[in-house]
């Protein structure tokens, strides 16, 4: 199979739901990937934030192996030895009670949302009626199924499956003022990442995630945090949220928890988790032994690499906040720990960027438009944020895509050479 059978495949058997760039990858170790042609990338992406430890990863390999030969799955209906003591290390990293297991960010989300309406049946009425108004935030990315949908801003992502589920309202970014004057006794749940991913890597600011904690307090709703893509290590702290001093009611993790395997989880407090009874929610696949156990040697690692996060994302941050100061092209350096990014000034400018980055053997992301995100495994080096800067810099120095093929190459064979 080469790139040009597959793609051929693709398009005549796959949804089209995806504009995938055109490589075919085949394996990777480390912070590496390679192409079906040899070619070798730095990747500053990790699979949208799922391969947080780099590919191949020893002791992920090591349970991964000794797991699938014991035991891959068995029903939810049966106990196995492993999602308790994933609960109890994920809890207490979280600072919550109870933990409920599923397959990804958006069967996560879509629990909390379900979560939140059980909280209010049971405790939180509006005169004679439960609370059943959601609010979530301008440019919120929250997964692609119908409630998660709902709480996701962006019309391009909506509208061609409406009607979604009703009652949710959207509060303007940060917007102090805007909050106080949509949240009323109808509210059921404040939903809201800590630091937005897809909207393209706004932290919220501390003064907003107080508010958000008070007003929600203050009503008998609940906040519920979506942590899927800033939490579990990403900022340097086990969740974001951490770092402002707030305790949500329900939290939200997947991509990176188990390892590249499919994982995701609620968390929750005590009170809220007992709104939930047997039957009310489930899954088939969901905290499976395989990932459960990958999950827990993933949070063992995450715990010694917590410093390591810290001290790279802060070299990072300041090799951006330097380009910044040289490239006219870039407006502003966001984000917290290995979670960054660049807003660019134009949104072609940041297109070629990501492209030109890609033929020198770089993966990072465009989102938002306008914005370069940065996801790299918790385990780069300073030489590797080195290697991304000095091609960024190039990048935008040219202009982007007007660099000369045959320099490009060169740039490229310097690095993998190095
Ligand atoms: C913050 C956030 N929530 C939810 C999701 C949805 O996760 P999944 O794609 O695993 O359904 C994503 C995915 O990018 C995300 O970034």
Redesign the pocket.
Known sequence: MNLASVMKSEAALLLATYERNPVLFTRGRGVYLWDSNGKRYLDFLSG?GVNALGYGHPAIRKVLGEQAAKLIHISNLFFHEYQAELAKLLTRMAGLDRAFFCN????A?EGALKLARAYAHEHSRNGHKAKWRMLALENS????TFG?LATTYQKKYRAPFAPLLPGVNFVAFNDLDDLKRQFDGSVCALCL?TIQ??GGINPVTPEFLQLARDVTKKHGALLII?E??CGLGRTGDYFAYQRYGVRPDIVTV??PLAAGLPL?AILATETVASCMHPGLHGTTFGGGPLSCAVAIEFLKQVEELLPHIVETGDYFRAQLDQLATRHVGIREVRGMGLMLALELNSADLAKNIARRLLEEGIIINRTHETVLRFLPPYIIKKKHVDSVTSALSAALAAGSSSAPHTARKKQASARSNS
């Open positions: 949208i990804s960010g958006t069967e989300w990315f929250h997964g692609r998660s990442e991913g897809e979506d899927i893509q997947a991509k995701g």
